[in-house]
């Protein structure tokens, strides 16, 4: 394992969601999971936790990496996605450059594995979640082509352990239960300057979608289908957060 990070960095959860140096994600579907901490890339390129979660006061921690983990300074996006692995801990997908990455086995201080999962297609696609979308009881990869603004979603198979997916499914197209299955269109950077998956908040238990709008700088909310992206069906940001850089 390779220990980086700033410890007794100061800052607090705001600036691992909002600082125009970070990428942050939040460890948002932690249903097996309790006491799990804010992740985030700090100003000097370094993955950090803060372990006062919702203060403003609380400190860094340094994180602990596998030794084949990308350079956290390559890092251009980072999404918590809960226990995909089945292990019990939860797992975080990244984008580093061009390439798709898992680490998995989250223990508060340090992950335990790093797997490269695709390394040439990336630089041009946004994870948008790993979660059980179909209610199949296998989590599922939504992602949107930045290119053209296609939104997808590309079905895991389940792994050795219910309710969680072998990896390998979720890597290649080729490799999941049916492709990849067009369910957006019109998700171009320019017309979505940012979408993060979070956990359903309308009770269907399909997860949902915020959204900032490139027209306006609000912030909607989708409630997808296990089909199609769909519309949006409420405002939850009404104030312009175009300048925002990061949020999760």
């Known amino acids: 394992?390779?220990?980086?990070?700033?410890?007794?960095?100061?800052?607090?959860?705001?600036?691992?969601?909002?600082?125009?140096?970070?990428?942050?994600?939040?460890?948002?579907?932690?249903s097996m999971v309790e006491?799990?901490?804010?992740?985030?890339?700090?100003?000097a390129g370094h993955p950090v936790s803060n372990e006062h979660y919702g203060t403003a006061d609380g400190q860094f921690l340094k994180v602990l990496l596998?030794?084949?983990?990308?350079?956290?300074?390559?890092?251009?996006?980072?999404?918590?996605?809960?226990?995909?692995?089945?292990d019990g801990l939860p797992d975080l997908a990244l984008r580093a450059g061009t390439a798709f990455w898992m680490l998995t086995g989250y223990t508060g201080a340090s992950f335990q594995d790093a797997v490269l999962m695709e390394g040439t297609a990336w630089a041009t696609r946004e994870i948008?979640?790993?979660?059980?979308?179909?209610?199949?009881?296998?989590?599922?990869?939504?992602?949107?082509?930045?290119?053209?603004?296609?939104v997808f979603l590309r079905h895991g198979k389940p792994g050795a352990v219910a309710g969680s997916a072998d990896l390998a499914s979720i890597k290649l197209a080729g490799n999941s239960r049916e492709g990849d299955v067009k369910v957006g269109t019109g998700w171009t950077p320019t017309a979505t300057t940012a979408a993060i998956g979070i956990p359903d908040v309308n009770g269907d238990r399909i997860p949902d979608l915020w959204a900032r709008s490139g027209t306006d700088g609000q912030v909607r909310v989708y409630h997808p289908t296990s089909t199609a992206v769909g519309d949006p069906v409420t405002t939850a940001i009404t104030t312009d957060w175009s300048n925002v850089r990061a949020f999760g």
């Open 128 to 150: 948008l979640n790993i979660a059980d979308v179909d209610l199949d009881g296998t989590p599922n990869l939504l992602w949107r082509n930045l290119a053209n603004g296609n």
């Open 66 to 86: 596998p030794a084949n983990a990308p350079d956290p300074a390559n890092w251009t996006q980072i999404k918590a996605v809960g226990d995909i692995t089945g």
């Open 35 to 43: 006491d799990v901490d804010p992740i985030g890339v700090s100003d």
């Open 1 to 30: 394992m390779v220990g980086i990070g700033l410890k007794g960095e100061e800052g607090g959860v705001g600036a691992l969601l909002g600082h125009e140096h970070v990428v942050g994600a939040l460890f948002d579907d932690l």
